[in-house]
């Protein structure tokens, strides 16, 4: 799979198993989920989820992303509501 997606060839988010999509979706909408006031807990599905967090992140709910991991974000950064980061092939890890 991950040679298909090297070479740019067409692969489906179905076949994209090995990244566990559905782990990274459950935390995801457990993120989008949680009180606003537990940053605590924010922080940490949000270390879970993304490549890196930066110090000072704000990301307001809901956020999307393809797998989440591939997302690098940088200190003092804020995301507004509906946040969606494309991400879907690791050489194209998006850095906010």
């Known amino acids: 799979m991950l040679d298909r997606i090297r070479r ?3 692969y489906t988010e179905s076949e ?35 490549g890196s967090v930066g110090a000072r992140t704000v990301l307001l ?5 393809g797998f989440g991991s591939n997302v690098h974000i940088g200190d003092d950064f ?6 969606t980061f494309v991400d879907d092939l690791r050489s194209g890890s998006v850095t906010a």
């Open 16 to 50: 994209a198993a090995f990244q566990n999509p559905r782990r990274r979706a459950d935390l995801i909408f457990e993120y989008n989920n949680t009180r606003p006031g537990d940053a605590d807990q924010r922080r940490d599905l949000l270390e879970r989820i993304l």
């Open 78 to 83: 804020f995301g507004n509501v509906n946040l």
């Open 61 to 65: 709910s809901p956020f999307h992303a």
């Open 8 to 10: 740019g060839r067409l």
